[in-house]
C-alpha cells in the first residue's frame, strides 16, 4: 500500500509541508479520522479518553461497533497534517499496520468500502512497542481517496525490550536476595541500621526499573500526551463554535461575547421551557379553560 510506503519513508526533518502533501493526496478534503474506544477493555483512567465528555447529541456514532458512547477521538482533514507531524516528531519510529482479507462492497453513490474484521496497529518507538488490536473501515472517495478512517480498538498492549529492563530486574533480585541471606544467616537477628540499609537498597532499585518503564511519556491508552492534546483541541473549538459565531454575528471581543451569549442562552432556554409547558398544559386542558391557561402561563413568566 502506498498510503504505508511513503508514512514510513518520510523525510528526515519531518517537515509540515510534507504531511500537507501526504493528506492531499491520500485523503479527500471531507475526510476524517477516527479511533473508537467504546470496546476497550482495558483503560485505567477514563479522564484519557477526551478533553470532556460529549452528549448524545454530539458524539459521532462508530460505523463499526454503532457506539454512540463519546469515547475515542476524530481529526479532521486539515488536523490531520499536524497530528502526524507530531506522532513522528515525539519518539514514533515507525507504524505498522497489519490486516486480513478485507469484505469490499460499494454504496450506491459509489464509494468504495473496505472492512476489516481483525487489524493489528503497532506503533514503533525506540524502546517500546505499542500494538493495538481491533477492527478497521475505510471508506474511500469515487477518486479512491480516503474519506473516512476508522478504527474501533479493543485493547492495547505495550511492550519494552528485554534490554530495557532486564538490568533493573537483576538488581532487585540480588538486593532480595541479599536481605534474604542476611536475615538466614543472623544468628543474632538484624539490627535495625542493617535492616534500613537493604530497604534503602531496594527502594532504589524499584525506582530505577519504574524510570526505565517510563521513558516515553504515554497514557492509559498507549498515545502520547502531545498527540492526544492535539486531538482534543479541535475538540474544544468545536464546543466553542456557537459562541465564536456569535461573536462574529455581533462583532464584540470574547469577554463581552462570553456574557451576552449567556443572558441570551438563557432566555433561549426559558421560552423553550415555556413552549414546552404550554404544550403539555393544551394537550390537558378543555377548551373552555383559555382564561386559566392564560393566567398560569403569566404567573410563569414573571417568576
Known amino acids: 500500500m502506498q498510503y504505508i510506503y511513503h508514512q514510513r519513508h518520510r523525510p528526515q526533518e519531518d517537515s509540515i509541508l510534507y504531511w500537507r502533501k501526504f493528506v492531499v493526496q491520500y485523503f479527500a478534503q471531507r475526510a476524517r479520522k477516527r479511533w473508537c474506544l467504546a470496546m476497550y477493555d482495558n483503560v485505567g483512567n ?7 465528555p460529549r452528549s448524545s447529541t454530539e458524539a459521532w456514532q462508530c460505523g463499526i461497533c454503532g457506539s454512540k458512547s463519546g469515547k475515542g ?3 479532521t482533514f486539515e488536523v490531520l497534517p499536524r497530528l502526524n507531524q507530531i506522532k513522528f516528531d515525539r519518539g514514533v519510529i515507525d507504524e505498522l499496520l497489519f490486516v486480513d482479507l478485507p469484505n469490499e462492497y460499494r454504496l450506491p453513490s459509489g464509494v468504495m468500502v473496505l472492512e476489516y474484521a481483525k487489524a493489528v496497529q503497532e506503533t514503533v518507538y525506540d524502546q517500546l512497542r505499542v500494538v493495538r488490536e481491533g477492527q478497521l473501515r475505510i471508506i474511500f472517495s469515487q477518486e479512491l481517496k480516503i474519506l473516512l478512517w476508522e478504527f474501533c480498538a479493543r485493547r492495547h498492549e505495550e511492550f519494552f525490550p528485554r534490554r530495557l529492563v532486564a538490568p533493573q530486574v537483576n538488581q532487585l533480585l540480588q538486593v532480595a536476595q541479599k536481605v534474604q541471606n542476611t536475615v538466614t544467616e543472623s544468628s543474632a537477628g538484624v539490627s535495625a541500621q542493617e535492616m534500613q540499609a537493604n530497604c534503602n537498597m531496594f527502594v532504589t532499585a524499584g525506582r530505577q526499573l519504574a524510570r526505565s518503564l517510563e521513558l516515553q511519556s504515554l497514557n492509559d491508552l498507549g498515545f502520547s500526551k502531545r498527540y492526544v492534546r492535539c486531538l482534543q483541541a479541535p475538540e474544544v473549538v468545536s464546543s466553542m463554535k456557537d459562541l465564536i459565531e456569535f461573536s ?4 464584540t471581543g470574547p469577554i463581552e461575547s462570553l456574557k451576552n451569549y449567556a443572558q441570551q442562552a438563557a432566555a433561549k432556554l426559558q421560552s423553550q421551557k415555556m413552549q414546552e409547558m404550554e404544550q403539555l398544559v393544551n394537550a390537558q386542558c378543555l377548551p373552555g379553560d383559555q382564561s386559566t391557561l392564560n393566567k398560569f402561563l403569566e404567573c410563569c413568566r414573571t417568576e
Do not use: N, W, Y
Open 46 to 52: 477514563q479522564a484519557a479518553l477526551g478533553a470532556f
Open 73 to 75: 477521538f476524530e481529526a
Open 248 to 251: 462574529q454575528e455581533h462583532k
